[in-house]
């Protein structure tokens, strides 16, 4: 199993400004995957973060929007751009095991107004 | 492209009956098949998961799925609920997709 921490894991913000989301894992892992959960919706694949590449992101968002870092194997960031309120979402940062189930972080709580 | 569909939007059961969540999955080839669970304001949780071996899989809890491929499902199950399964259950397939999720209530 692998344990994750986020941060911050709430926060309020202006419309027009951004944040970032950082994501910590307690072992090495390849692939890391960003995810958001609008209320009371289910989880929609933002992008997938590999260490040494560029992430790799899901129809309907954008690397402008949605800028990621994967500086080393353990940690990754995403950053959430000119945030308007439709960008109020749970974000969820989670990890591949080999068995191909996933572990998730506790989740960042966004409210932009 | 691999999708699952969870049938139900939410479930209500009376503690001490059983549980039955379902879903199915759409595949051109063998998938592996997970149930997450999401207690309000908690993190996901894996419940189980099918990635080809028996088809009946038990998990955390007291659940169990079984994969059927004749009739493409993967439906979770459980003899009897507690008040603490109270909880939205998510169905996935191994290519990072999520069902819409089931709510799950459990009345006294």
């Known amino acids: 199993s692998a344990v994750i921490s986020q941060k911050p894991s709430r926060d309020i913000c202006q419309r027009g400004t951004s944040l970032t989301i950082q994501c910590q894992v307690d072992?090495?892992?390849?692939?890391m995957f960003w995810y958001r959960q609008q209320p009371g919706q289910s989880l929609t694949l933002i992008a997938t973060a590999n260490q040494g590449s560029e992430a790799t992101y899901e129809s309907g968002f954008v690397i402008d929007k949605f800028p990621i870092s994967r500086p080393n194997l353990t940690f990754s960031t995403l950053t959430v751009s000119n945030m308007s309120p439709e960008d109020s979402s749970i974000y969820l940062c989670s990890v591949e095991a080999q068995g191909y189930e996933q572990y998730f972080g506790p989740g960042t709580r966004l409210t932009v107004t | 492209a691999q999708s699952v569909t969870q049938l139900d939007s939410h479930v209500s059961v009376s503690e001490g009956t059983p549980v039955l969540l379902r879903c199915n999955y759409s595949?051109?080839?063998?998938?592996?098949l997970f149930w997450y669970v999401q207690h309000p304001n908690k993190g996901l949780q894996l419940l189980l998961k099918?990635?080809?071996?028996?088809?009946l899989v038990k998990g955390i809890n007291g659940f169990e799925a079984e994969f059927k491929k004749s009739e493409t499902s993967f439906h979770l199950t459980k003899p009897s609920a507690h008040m603490s399964d109270a909880a939205e259950y998510f169905c996935?397939?191994?290519?990072?997709?999520f069902g819409a999720g089931t709510r799950l209530t459990v009345k006294p």
């Open positions: 595949s051109s080839y063998s998938p592996s």
């Open positions: 996935a397939i191994n290519d990072m997709r």
């Open positions: 072992s090495q892992v390849t692939m």
């Open positions: 099918y990635t080809s071996a028996a088809t």
